[in-house]
């Protein structure tokens, strides 16, 4: 199998510069370039293509949108997954704390795979644990209740009269408000989320891919004898990281440009 994981894009005006990097991401993984992308000192690599295309989480900066009525920014990038997909690669797309009810129009519209919490996969013979990772501190009390309050079916069925200029302007300040809820020492959550991925590598899963924490980091165990990755995605924030999967091995890397190609961690 052949893949690549993302996480935690935070898209929102179609002018910003992630957003022009991701669709050019997007492109050269339409292309066949992945391998060009993890070998920057290669230009000339036979074009691989991709079979599988996992976003985990916080692909939008906020999502209340409907069937009939997209936010506008939001049409070029739901374009170019498209196109991915009737390009024959699959789309499996992760609900995050600033994306969610995501069903209603990329799986019933689109057909394309919506998790509303996590995925229990199993690749190439291992078992996978994938989900943006929000949930993994319980301990915050405030944005677990926030959270909730928000995926209810009470609250969905109260956005959907809202007219949709001021949906969005409601999805702004809920997206301010997560990051508000979720604000403090990124370190510190990181390690409860690696420690929250360290328990469940002790029980049947051999890899754990969370977004969320926007640290890009591949931590490797050796639990019971076997080995065992927990691997944190970055963001297309800051760091423009992808993870590649290939057959059983794990390139995190970082996305330049189409000239520069992409370096490893």
């Known amino acids: 199998m052949k893949a690549v ?10 002018s910003d510069e992630k957003y022009g990097r991701l669709m050019d991401f997007f492109d050269d993984l339409q292309r066949g ?13 036979e074009p691989v293509y991709i079979e599988d295309l996992f976003i985990v989480g916080d692909l939008f900066d906020f999502w209340f949108c409907r069937k009939d009525s997209i936010y506008p920014d939001f049409k ?4 170019k997954l498209v196109e991915l ?15 969610f009810f995501m069903k209603e129009y990329f799986h019933a519209v689109l057909g394309m795979k919506v998790f509303e919490e996590w995925a229990e996969l199993r690749i190439d013979g291992k078992n996978f644990l994938i989900a943006h990772g929000d949930t993994a501190d319980k301990t915050n009390m405030v944005y677990m ?12 069925h109260f956005q959907r009269f809202i007219p949709s200029p001021i949906l969005w302007g409601i999805a702004g300040l809920s997206s301010a408000a997560s990051k508000e809820l ?14 929250y991925a360290g328990e469940r ?22 639990i019971n004898g076997k080995e065992k990755k927990f691997i944190a995605l970055g963001d297309w924030v800051k760091h423009y990281s992808f993870l590649y999967y290939d057959d059983g091995k794990f390139f995190l890397s970082r996305y330049r440009s189409r000239r520069e190609g992409g370096v490893s961690i």
């Open 5 to 14: 994981f993302i996480s935690d894009a935070h898209l929102k005006s179609s």
């Open 201 to 222: 590598l002790e029980k049947d899963y051999d890899v754990v891919i969370l977004g969320h924490s926007h640290h890009a980091v591949v931590r490797n165990f050796v």
């Open 145 to 156: 209740m926030f959270r909730k309050i928000l995926r209810s079916r009470a609250f969905y």
């Open 76 to 79: 070029l990038i739901i374009d």
């Open 33 to 45: 370039k992945i391998s060009s992308l993890i070998q920057a000192d290669r230009r000339d690599c």
């Open 182 to 195: 979720n604000k403090g020492n990124g370190g510190a959550l990181f390690e409860k989320m690696s420690s």
């Open 85 to 99: 997909k009737q390009a024959g690669i699959r789309i499996h797309l992760f609900e995050g704390n600033h994306d």
